[in-house]
């Protein structure tokens, strides 16, 4: 590790999808504000199961508009899972990513950065 270096800022479209989107950034907001690390995400069509790092499991749905959505875009939270040990330098890459209407990328498969 080459000590502290900058996260570099990223730009996702507005309308990515959701799925894709928690499939890239591993953190999950639950209902009451507390960002989970995501260990495990099972795709299903448009629905998925994920399973954070304590072990909760539950079904989220590919919707851009839904709860979780918004508040990932907005990056609301209250607090971080102590469980989930969700480390310093994701928080740090979550902080500098922007969503943006015109720009960014919408994580399709010929998107450079699609893993
Ligand atoms: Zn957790």
């Not at 989970?36 to 851009?64: L, P, Q, V």
């Amino acid at each position: 590790m080459s000590g502290k270096k900058k996260p570099q800022k990223r730009f996702y479209k507005k309308r990515v999808d959701l799925l894709r989107l928690i499939d890239k950034i591993k953190l999950w907001p639950s209902r009451k504000g507390i960002l989970h690390g995501i260990r495990i995400i099972e795709k299903h069509g448009d629905y998925a199961t994920i399973t954070t790092h304590c072990n909760r499991t539950f079904i989220a749905n590919n919707s851009r508009t839904s709860r979780a959505a918004r508040w990932i875009r907005n990056k609301w939270f209250f607090g971080v899972c102590k469980e989930c040990g969700v480390p310093d330098w994701k928080l740090e890459k979550y902080s500098v990513t922007h969503f943006k209407r015109h720009h960014g990328s919408l994580l399709l498969r010929h998107d450079k950065d699609y893993k």
